[in-house]
């Protein structure tokens, strides 16, 4: 019966749960002693805390009468000195010995406070005491540290009670300090030295004191470990009862669990059909909101589609009305022809008309859905125009019919531009709709994974409560990201690997896949310092012996082109783990390269570039968030702008689209793209790194610069044929090798070396393993732990070596900056020629050749340029196989030979003639220069030889040597060069040249090889018998464009212009401005040249600036009033619209010009179809009253070529400029207005309200890029009125007003109005007011910054 009760399920359970609820009362019981012991060890800790702090105090306060000590040694000292000046300074001595009694008193208070503590102390010492009386069983030794302390108290006091006893002597014999002055220096030397000795002694009491201290905290330490490990063995024998108790109990009730668990599967079947079914329900509710917001979007999008269109029907109105205009052009000229030619034309556009009728029948029926016109695409060649007869053609119908051709094209060019412009914006709504669907799309798929993954996480916080219910403890593991941050996951030490990366994702919002490892980071002591040690995932985290203390980091461990990411967190993830990997040089990058990913990441940070994020890049990180610490050291405000035009170029990507070309260019260019890195040794023991990717094992020196062997998949001579593990590193065997080689390294390192060589291989295109046919143990375990290979683009065909140089530009950046920040020489090294350098940069950013070096105005020295010079010649010689190599490197593999000047400009420096060597040597060396500029290089009519013979071995097109102290002497040096046939530009502006050279040069251009084209003679010397001279070239030979401003040629020099210019010689550029006044060039003069300028077809810019043409320019009057000549009008006639002049632009500036010519000039404007710049800055255009006249207001709104206009200082005050405003409001076709030293007071536009007019102008002009308004005095009320109408304004780019009235207030007031703006780049405010207070200037500058898209800002 005994036995069969023994033998009894249900007994047996009773007996296994008696059992283990004794079991439990008893690790109850041992947990409460545990927690006594506990409790008592912190309270032995605190005793010993006050104890350590009652004995720091007690150092203090010995320290400072020890000081107080010292400061009367140095006292008396001072009195023993003023002692031996005599009984003269008695007194003084007593003064002294009174403040001495002071100070004793003062002490003698200091110790009084001391014993006050000390008695509190004594109190505190009878509270510890009592509590360790409760404590005496347990710490017995603790009572003798009591009494010891007690015994120790009491020396102390008596201590202090002789040290109060001499200090009271002291002050006694400080009392007879009369008599015996040095007994009592002696004496007090003889009690201080007593002193210190019994603080010394007082110190070891204390030391001794502490030591005893601390042997008992070791006592009792020993005791609690003797304790905790008990309680441990205890907490271990229970915990294996427990285990083997569950076990038994999971046998005998495995039959009851498996109802409950169907019952309980029944139900969460129901719970989760349920859940389904709301969330169904819910998304149909979120898709139809979903809905009815794309049909409002696209409500919206259709009224910009239709606004649009209709801004293009009217574009194609205004096309039009330009083509009517052109066909009634060519009606005027058809009625200038002759009936025979008239009938030619007509004959040949009848046939012309049924040509394209007999088309137009033969093409298909247009479908009734097109949306873009059907517009001729085709214009590359216009058709051509029937010829006139021989006897019709003149130089003034040849000219019209190219003008009338010209126009023509014109108008074709825009109709095609037209139609492009319909079929991109076709295209961009289609992907717009793309873009919108793959958003919905990814949009409902995070829906659906959020949801699934609340599941999961509702189901693992079940299941960890049950767990946590059941005994097991959960653990808090901190994870490492590469990103920098850091997060805390609580995970079990059953859990596997796989668990815990679950776990880490559904953290940190990521979507579990396979791609994702945890490595245990160990640090080994070698070459890379930490290894990655990457945790099976099948493995409990107690089988990977992992603990809370292990350095854990999440990451990706296979570096490989994902095709298309589901998962846009995951990809973001990869991106930042490779962008570590560049900027902390993990991958060693060149600077060119690290710059192109720079601009990726920035466009994957911040979007397309703007102003505003250009300040941004470095507010919270620093320069290493975007590039390798080892790029040029040139400060922030440098690689600000160079990363803000590498950002630009990037424009328009999305996130997505920039990760990707950040991987694919690291790919293409990178040399050390995906590889993980490994410590191994040769033979000889020499340290060296593997590196393993997606193509292969590759071999490289310890510092990674350079490539020693590549052992590839496929592709290439050394192909991989196996691979096999050891203890002491890892065999490789080749193809085309019987033998294998080890790679010596460390256990971890060689197995970590084996399973990626096997993962990778294993990732590569299925055809390409059978191909290779490589054997890998569990291999099919490994291939349903990997992502198939079809995810991934296949690998490299090849790989980038790494050199330290790819191009010749490279090389000479590189150069520069050693000679620049050379350690040799700190005090005495140059400042960097940031202008070259930026040159550079641009070149290698862009990836195209360095055609041009412009170091115009650049600041250079004779050292600076002879040192460029000098690098320039040893970058373009340089060979980059003949540097030394630790291996054979095809170095010109990836070799550019990017350095090929054609432009130099070194123009405006602080040069002398010391830089004519190193100009000479750098003119030797670029054999391909076309465009030289050497302005500004002193020549002083003594060295142009130096650079004529290298001149004359290049196809030299353009020279520039203005200010170069050139005379007669050196301009015969230079005759050569115009026998130089590829010379087309020559500018000798601002010299010593005189009219006795003239002849030579005009026997050069009478030679039948000259080519020269382009002839600048500007402020020299030259009188009138030069310009005559000149004027008797052939027609053929004389310069296209010729500047002779400046000249002493006076009133007869502008006559011999006017008889040039009837010549028709062929000239279409002339320059004859009086800005040093020896020309001076009045209005008969003027008016004679003008009329030759009515029939002269070939001019097309004329500068008359600074010539007092106004003065006698006037309308002359009969003794009645009547105006019987009108010279203004006459003068400006050559503008009119049957004037055969084709000028393009006209420069008047200065001209002593009235309102009366202001007004004929603009009465020939009005029809005039040619003229696109014009300038009349400086003169008195404006009525009296400041207003503008009706003429300018007609020219502005009827005008449709006119795109700069510069009416600058024209005495115009704000009635005028609010009609000037109305005009330009109506007007299309001008780029740039300069309205600059006008009057615009905030009172005067108050007075005339004159506010709507500026802000509609700014508001509604679709045309001015460029806006200039300095100087004309307004304040911070016009500045909202422009920054208002500039808020709706879409097409400036460049508002320029410096030296107005602004005040810090005004401009805060008007960013919330540029922010708004998003196309201004450009704001110029320079104001002293605002410069006068430094503090307020930087918030202001930083305000808007911080708040608005400029790019440019001057305040």
């Known amino acids: 019966m005994t036995e069969a009760l023994h033998q009894d399920p249900q007994y047996q359970y009773a007996h296994a749960v008696q059992a283990f609820e004794e079991l439990r009362r008893e690790h109850l019981q041992l947990n409460d002693s545990y927690n006594d012991l506990e409790t008592i060890n912190e309270t032995v800790q605190e005793v010993v805390e006050v104890l350590r702090a009652d004995k720091h105090q007690l150092l203090t306060e010995l320290n400072e009468i020890k000081r107080e000590i010292?400061?009367?040694?140095?006292?008396?000292?001072?009195?023993?000195?003023?002692?031996?000046?005599?009984?003269?300074?008695?007194?003084?001595?007593?003064?002294?010995?009174?403040?001495?009694?002071?100070?004793?008193?003062?002490?003698?208070?200091?110790?009084?406070?001391?014993?006050?503590?000390?008695?509190?102390?004594?109190?505190?010492?009878?509270?510890?005491?009592?509590?360790?009386?409760?404590?005496?069983?347990?710490?017995?030794?603790?009572?003798?540290?009591?009494?010891?302390?007690?015994?120790?108290?009491?020396?102390?006091?008596?201590?202090?009670?002789?040290?109060?006893?001499?200090?009271?002597?002291?002050?006694?014999?400080?009392?007879?300090?009369?008599?015996?002055?040095?007994?009592?220096?002696?004496?007090?030397?003889?009690?201080?030295?007593?002193?210190?000795?019994?603080?010394?002694?007082a110190n070891d009491e204390l030391a001794r004191l502490h030591r005893l201290s601390e042997h008992e905290m070791n006592t009792l330490s020993q005791q609690n470990r003797a304790l905790n490990d008990e309680l441990k063995n205890r907490s271990d024998a229970l915990y294996a009862t427990k285990k083997e108790m569950n076990e038994y109990t999971s046998s005998a009730q495995r039959e009851i669990n498996i109802k409950k668990e169907e019952i309980q599967q029944c139900l969460s079947i129901v719970d989760l059909v349920e859940r389904q079914n709301s969330g169904l329900e819910a998304s149909i509710a979120r898709m139809l909101e979903q809905n009815r917001v794309s049909e409002n979007q696209i409500q919206e999008k259709d009224n910009i589609n239709n606004k649009n269109l209709i801004e293009q029907a009217n574009f194609i109105a205004m096309v039009h009305m330009e083509l009517q205009t052109v066909r009634e052009d060519l009606y005027m000229i058809k009625s200038r022809l002759c009936h025979h030619c008239r009938d030619r034309l007509l004959t040949g556009e009848q046939e012309e008309d049924e040509a394209e009728e007999l088309a137009r029948l033969q093409q298909p029926h247009p479908s009734l859905h097109a949306v873009a016109p059907v517009v001729r695409t085709d214009y590359t060649q216009p058709p051509v125009p029937q010829q006139l007869p021989t006897h019709m053609s003149s130089p003034g119908n040849d000219l019209e019919r190219q003008r009338?051709?010209?126009?023509?094209?014109?108008?074709?060019?825009?109709?095609?531009?037209?139609?492009?412009?319909?079929?991109?914006?076709?295209?961009?709504?289609?992907?717009?709709?793309?873009?919108?669907?793959?958003?919905?799309?990814?949009?409902?798929?995070?829906?659906?994974h959020r949801q699934q993954e609340e599941e999961l996480r509702k189901r693992r916080d079940t299941e960890d409560d049950r767990r946590k219910q059941a005994g097991d403890e959960l653990k808090t593991f901190t994870i490492r990201f590469m990103n920098g941050t850091r997060k805390k996951v609580d995970a079990f030490m059953t859990d596997t690997v796989q668990d815990l990366i679950n776990r880490v994702c559904s953290k940190v919002g990521l979507r579990p896949s396979e791609m994702f490892y945890i490595a245990h980071s160990v640090n080994e002591n070698s070459v890379l310092g930490m290894v990655d040690r990457f945790l099976d995932r099948s493995k409990t985290l107690y089988e990977e012996g992992i603990n809370t203390k292990c350095n854990l980091v999440f990451k990706f461990k296979h570096y490989k082109r994902v095709i298309k990411w589901i998962d846009t967190n995951a990809q973001d993830r990869f991106f930042q783990q490779v962008h570590n990997n560049i900027v902390t040089e993990y991958y060693p990058s060149p600077e060119k390269l690290a710059v192109s990913l720079a601009g990726y990441e920035l466009q994957t940070v911040f979007g397309d570039a703007t102003g505003k994020k250009r300040h941004s890049y470095f507010d919270k990180v620093g320069l290493d968030a975007y590039l390798p610490v080892s790029v040029t050291p040139l400060g922030y405000e440098y690689w600000q702008e160079r990363l803000f035009r590498n950002h630009k170029r990037r424009k328009g990507m999305s996130p997505t689209d920039a990760r990707n070309k950040y991987i694919d260019t690291l790919r293409q260019f990178g040399s050390h793209w995906g590889m993980t890195y490994f410590d191994i040794r040769d033979k000889e023991n020499?340290?060296?790194?593997?590196?393993?990717?997606?193509?292969?094992?590759?071999?490289?020196?310890?510092?990674?610069?350079?490539?020693?062997?590549?052992?590839?998949?496929?592709?290439?001579?050394?192909?991989?044929?196996?691979?096999?593990?050891?203890?002491?590193?890892?065999?490789?065997?080749?193809?085309?090798?019987k033998f294998m080689t080890l790679y010596a390294s460390s256990k971890l390192q060689s197995e970590e070396m084996y399973n990626l060589l096997s993962e990778y291989y294993l990732m590569l295109p299925r055809e390409v393993q059978q191909a290779l046919g490589i054997e890998i143990p569990h291999r099919d375990q490994l291939t349903q732990e990997l992502l198939p290979p079809e995810t991934f683009l296949p690998p490299l065909d090849s790989r980038r070596v790494p050199v330290e140089f790819e191009s010749a530009a490279e090389y000479l950046k590189t150069i520069y900056l050693e000679q620049v920040f050379s350690p040799d020489d700190i005090d005495n090294r140059p400042e960097p020629v940031l202008k070259f350098i930026n040159e550079i940069d641009e070149a290698l950013d862009a990836g195209r050749a360095l055609v041009s070096m412009d170091l115009s105005s650049a600041g250079m020295h004779d050292t600076d340029w002879a040192m460029i010079a000098e690098l320039i010649i040893r970058a373009m010689d340089y060979d980059p196989t003949a540097e030394p190599s630790v291996v054979p490197t095809d170095r010109l593999r990836n070799w550019e030979s990017n350095l090929q000047l054609e432009k130099l400009s070194i123009a405006n420096n602080d040069l002398t003639s010391s830089s004519l060597p190193?100009?000479?040597?750098?003119?030797?060396?670029?054999?391909?220069?076309?465009?030289?500029?050497?302005?500004?290089?002193?020549?002083?009519?003594?060295?142009?030889?130096?650079?004529?013979?290298?001149?004359?071995?290049?196809?030299?097109?353009?020279?520039?040597?203005?200010?170069?102290?050139?005379?007669?002497?050196?301009?015969?040096?230079?005759?050569?060069?115009?026998?130089?046939?590829?010379?087309?530009?020559?500018?000798?502006?601002?010299?010593?040249?005189?009219?006795?050279?003239?002849?030579d040069i005009a026997g050069c251009l009478d030679l039948p090889y000259c080519s020269i084209m382009n002839l600048g003679l500007g402020t020299n010397k030259i009188q009138l018998r030069g310009l005559e001279t000149l004027i008797k070239v052939e027609r053929a030979r004389k310069p296209s464009t010729l500047n002779f401003s400046d000249n002493p040629l006076q009133t007869r020099g502008g006559q011999r212009f006017g008889q040039l210019l009837e010549q028709q010689c062929g000239v279409t550029d002339l320059d004859i401005s009086n800005t040093t006044g020896q020309m001076n060039i009045t209005g008969d003069v003027a008016l004679y040249i003008t009329r030759q300028l009515l029939n002269n077809p070939e001019i097309v810019r004329i500068n008359f600036s600074d010539n007092p043409i106004g003065q006698n320019l006037h309308q002359l009057r009969d003794p009645s009033g009547q105006v019987t000549r009108d010279l203004p009008l006459e003068f400006f006639t050559f503008l009119e619209r049957e004037a055969i002049c084709n000028l393009t632009t006209l420069q008047l500036n200065r001209c002593e010009l009235t309102n009366d010519h202001g007004a004929a000039l603009t009465s020939a404007l009005v029809d005039n179809y040619k003229?696109?710049?014009?300038?009349?800055?400086?003169?008195?255009?404006?009525?009296?009253?400041?207003?503008?006249?009706?003429?300018?207001?007609?020219?502005l709104a009827s005008t449709s070529t006119l795109e700069?206009?510069?009416?600058?200082?024209?005495?115009?005050?704000?009635?005028?400029?609010?009609?000037?405003?109305?005009?330009?409001?109506?007007?299309?076709?001008?780029?740039?207005?300069?309205?600059?030293?006008?009057?615009?007071?905030?009172?005067?536009?108050?007075?005339?309200?004159?506010r709507d007019e500026i802000v509609y102008m700014f508001s509604t002009n679709a045309g001015i890029r460029e806006m200039i308004m300095a100087e004309m005095g307004f304040g911070d009320d016009v500045l909202e009125r422009i920054a208002e109408g500039l808020a709706e304004n879409r097409v400036m780019r460049k508002l320029i007003a410096p030296r107005n009235n602004i005040s810090t207030r005004g401009i805060l007031d008007c960013t919330k109005h540029f922010a708004i703006n998003t196309t201004l780049e450009e704001l110029e405010l320079t104001c002293a007011r605002v410069q006068q207070v430094e503090e307020e200037y930087m918030r202001s500058y930083k305000f808007i910054i911080d708040n608005t898209n400029l790019e440019t800002i001057l305040l």
Request: aromatic residues 4%; negative net charge.
């Open 70 to 201: 010292s400061i009367q040694s140095i006292e008396n000292t001072k009195l023993a000195l003023k002692e031996k000046e005599g009984f003269a300074f008695q007194e003084g001595l007593e003064k002294k010995l009174n403040g001495q009694e002071e100070q004793l008193r003062q002490l003698d208070d200091e110790l009084r406070d001391y014993s006050n503590q000390q008695v509190q102390i004594q109190n505190e010492m009878g509270s510890l005491e009592g509590a360790a009386h409760n404590l005496s069983h347990q710490t017995a030794s603790l009572s003798e540290l009591r009494n010891h302390l007690d015994g120790t108290r009491l020396q102390q006091e008596e201590a202090i009670r002789a040290l109060e006893k001499e200090i009271e002597a002291k002050v006694a014999e400080v009392g007879a300090h009369d008599e015996q002055l040095w007994d009592f220096k002696r004496d007090m030397s003889a009690r201080i030295l007593a002193l210190q000795r019994k603080a010394q002694s």
């Open 404 to 448: 009338m051709e010209g126009e023509l094209a014109k108008a074709h060019e825009a109709l095609e531009a037209l139609n492009r412009q319909l079929l991109e914006e076709r295209e961009e709504r289609a992907r717009e709709r793309r873009e919108e669907e793959e958003t919905r799309y990814q949009e409902e798929d995070d829906r659906l």
């Open 686 to 737: 020499r340290p060296f790194v593997a590196g393993i990717a997606e193509d292969g094992l590759h071999i490289l020196s310890s510092d990674k610069r350079v490539l020693i062997q590549s052992l590839r998949f496929m592709h290439g001579p050394n192909q991989l044929a196996g691979w096999e593990k050891s203890s002491t590193g890892i065999f490789v065997k080749r193809r085309d090798s």
């Open 918 to 999: 190193a100009t000479r040597d750098i003119l030797n060396r670029c054999t391909l220069l076309t465009d030289v500029d050497v302005s500004a290089l002193p020549l002083d009519n003594r060295h142009e030889a130096t650079l004529v013979e290298p001149l004359m071995k290049l196809r030299v097109q353009s020279l520039a040597m203005n200010d170069c102290l050139v005379g007669d002497k050196g301009v015969r040096a230079l005759l050569d060069l115009f026998t130089n046939r590829t010379l087309h530009t020559l500018l000798l502006n601002r010299n010593r040249i005189t009219a006795n050279v003239m002849g």
């Open 1171 to 1195: 003229l696109k710049v014009l300038e009349v800055s400086g003169n008195r255009l404006g009525l009296s009253d400041g207003n503008l006249p009706q003429g300018w207001v007609d020219l």
């Open 1204 to 1250: 700069e206009l510069d009416i600058s200082k024209n005495s115009l005050q704000s009635k005028g400029l609010a009609v000037l405003f109305t005009a330009l409001a109506r007007n299309r076709s001008l780029r740039k207005v300069d309205i600059s030293g006008n009057r615009l007071t905030d009172d005067s536009v108050s007075a005339t309200g004159t």
